[in-house]
């Protein structure tokens, strides 16, 4: 069964720092592209940044270059979202995702705020 688990979020203050994880199962990790999406207070979910299988090419939404990396480690099955600058806007809960599979996982919520 294909599972993603999300953790890390939080409550953090405009210009903060997270690093959220995805922990993955039921399907080899290295095999496959990853992206992480999110999905903020009546709106749609959005795409947020992508990791090839090797980790050698990244891309990001507009919005986020330069203050979000992602990353992964094909051996400990886990995908990392490292968010840097943290802005009101980045609100929202996060999924990661393989388009491979349908299925979602539960997100974490990450709230910038003061």
């Known amino acids: 069964q294909v599972q993603f688990v999300e953790s890390g979020g939080d409550l953090v203050q405009p210009g903060g720092s997270l690093r959220l994880s995805c922990a993955v199962s039921?399907?080899?990790?290295?095999?496959?592209?990853m992206r992480w999406y999110r999905q903020a207070p009546g709106k749609e979910r959005e795409f947020v940044a992508a990791i090839s299988t090797g980790g050698d090419t990244t891309t990001y939404t507009d919005s986020v270059k330069g203050r979000f990396t992602i990353a992964r480690d094909n051996a400990k099955n886990t995908v990392y979202l490292q968010m840097n600058s943290l802005k009101p806007e980045d609100t929202a809960v996060y999924y990661c995702?393989?388009?491979?599979?349908?299925?979602w996982g539960q997100g974490t919520q990450v709230t910038v705020s003061s």
């Open positions: 995702k393989t388009l491979a599979f349908a299925s």
């Open positions: 039921g399907f080899s990790l290295s095999s496959y592209a």
